[in-house]
């Protein structure tokens, strides 16, 4: 191996993790392996989302040396599953600790059948080295798990190799002989051999570019679901490799406010032509709209039956349908923020109130009746706009228990419960 490869080497670490997870109604602390590598001097550290994320109440990274040293989250982004981390720069000075970095090299010019390299902490075994090759360069499949139930894989297609991935590899970097990281392991097929994923390099130099700018990645919306045309260029009566189908429109959102419909096929936006005839060409096109500013106006040109039109709209931020989580001890509840995407997604009037996440048995919230599912929307007859609403009402009853009104919305009705102390 090359110089570069024994750099690379050098650059990987391995990540473990405690999180704060909210189950039943209740706080729980669970423990995570996973694999990294160091991008910079500075002590930025690449790995995956699901390795990672907010949640993370304590991150420690096993350098090459075997020293162990603290690290915290710089940013994250679910939708490609990427999270960059930082090592605690000053306990590496005074503890004398260092390390090397790794390059990006370009994932773009990679070919099938090209040798590459898994390297990262499979099961904890730190410096583990997976050889195989490139089996798809262009590999698109819809992630239906996710992120601890965030969406992942919009907006870019993975690299798909036979290298050995297992369990705590995750995070790690896919990289060539010469040691440059090409795509950052993501994940394997369960119950199958020699079917890998990883991030292509060109996804993550942008998102890790985002990500130390601006510590999050801000993407446009416009409401659009779509399809790809392969064997239904015939119903649509389009030229083949010739426009994007809608397959769906989000209500609320600006597409539907600018009167697309499903089974409309989308020509072009902005004067840019699109063909998204087969799978692996979606990603790209979603990509190139959430790439936009939030606000942006789009001229979007369509076709419905045998009439071309035009339409303009302007762009919303995208928003995961999961929102922030919190868990009254005293309730014995977990709730989560109403999203705006969860909200067009079950058809709620708008995104106020909180999800009951769960409940735990024998306190107050179970007791009252409040089960899963349910929404909350207003406390002591006062709308519940923001988390900090329910946090203030929880602080005020654990001072001094009292009754406490609850309005919750269920399969759409609306019920009254009463917490009492």
């Not at 419905?304 to 931020?317: P, Q």
């Amino acid at each position: 191996m090359s110089g570069g490869f024994d750099r690379l080497l050098d650059s990987v670490v391995r990540i473990d993790v405690r999180e704060l997870n909210f189950e039943d109604g209740a706080r729980r602390i669970d423990a995570g392996i996973g694999s990294g590598v160091i991008l910079s001097q500075d002590g930025l550290i690449l790995t995956n989302a699901h390795v990672a994320g907010p949640k993370a109440v304590e991150i420690n990274v096993t350098l090459a040396s075997l020293e162990r040293v603290s690290a915290r989250l710089v940013g994250w982004d679910h939708w490609t599953d990427l999270a960059l981390l930082r090592v605690n720069m000053d306990e590496a000075k005074r503890r004398g600790l260092s390390f090397k970095h790794a390059e990006f090299g370009d994932s773009d010019k990679l070919y099938v059948g090209e040798t590459v390299f898994a390297v990262g902490t499979p099961h904890g075994l730190t410096r583990t080295v997976t050889r195989g090759i490139i089996s798809n360069n262009n590999r698109y499949f819809e992630d239906t798990e996710g992120v601890d139930g965030y969406e992942t894989g919009n907006f870019n297609t993975w690299l798909q190799t036979d290298a050995a991935i297992n369990p705590g590899n995750s995070g790690g970097p896919l990289v060539t002989e010469d040691g440059r990281i090409v795509g950052i392991t993501s994940r394997a097929y369960l119950g199958a051999n020699n079917l890998g994923f990883a991030i292509p390099s060109a996804t993550a130099k942008r998102i890790v570019a985002g990500l130390v700018r601006d510590g999050s990645i801000t993407r446009s919306y416009i409401g659009v679901i779509p399809k790809a045309l392969q064997d239904l260029e015939g119903f649509y009566d389009v030229a083949t490799n010739t426009g994007v189908l809608v397959d769906s429109v989000e209500s609320g959102s600006p597409a539907a406010a600018a009167g697309l419909q499903a089974g409309d096929i989308i020509l072009g936006v902005d004067g840019k032509k699109v063909d998204g005839r087969f799978p692996e060409q979606l990603p790209p096109i979603q990509n190139m709209i959430a790439s936009q500013p939030v606000g942006s106006q789009l001229a979007i040109a369509y076709k419905r039956g045998s009439r071309e039109a035009a339409a303009t709209l302007v762009t919303t931020k995208l928003e995961s349908r999961i929102g922030e989580e919190w868990v009254s001890d005293t309730w014995g509840m977990g709730v989560q923020r109403i999203s705006r995407a969860y909200a067009r997604e079950n058809q709620l009037q708008d995104d106020e109130g909180v999800l009951v996440i769960g409940v735990q048995r024998g306190f107050p919230a179970e007791v009252a009746g409040l089960a899963r599912g349910d929404v909350i929307t207003k406390i002591n007859q006062s709308p519940v706009v923001s988390m900090d609403v329910v946090k203030a009402v929880d602080a005020a009853y654990t001072a001094k228990p009292a009754p406490t009104l609850f309005e919750v919305q269920r399969e759409r009705r609306v019920s009254l419960v009463v917490l009492k102390p």
